[in-house]
């Protein structure tokens, strides 16, 4: 999700670069010069690779404590893989209700 959202920033520096202009007190980290710009990415890879890091994180949890049941992995281990897989749940339902909240807004605008 990392690498999506720098790409995000990449893009919006390629815009600046092209003439459009962006807001001078947004703060967007722009690739160092000599590096490669990465290719910007779709709305629908960006949500799909969120999925993919939110059920790999809830699989790893499972997995986690699997392992402490067998009595091979530490409480602290087991807390850390779940907390992380709750938070990252918890992320994935907020970005949800927010792009369902839009969806609805525009079905209601009158044309």
């Known amino acids: 999700m990392i690498d999506a959202i720098q790409s995000i920033g990449a893009f919006s520096a390629m815009k600046e670069a092209e003439g459009t202009s962006i807001t001078s007190s947004s703060s967007l980290v722009t690739p160092a010069a000599g590096t490669a710009v990465p290719q910007s990415q779709s709305f629908a890879d960006v949500l799909g690779n969120m999925t993919t890091d939110v059920i ?7 997995g986690v404590s699997l392992q402490a ?3 091979e ?4 281990e087991v807390v850390d893989a779940v907390m992380n897989a709750e ?3 918890q992320t994935a339902l907020a970005i949800r209700d927010k792009v369902v909240t839009a969806y609805l807004e525009i079905a209601r605008m009158q044309i």
């Not at 790999?56 to 499972?62: D, F, G, N, R, T």
Request: without cysteine.
């Open 56 to 62: 790999q994180s809830m699989k790893s949890a499972e």
């Open 69 to 71: 049941v067998r009595g």
């Open 73 to 76: 992995a530490n409480t602290r």
């Open 87 to 89: 938070q990252s749940l």
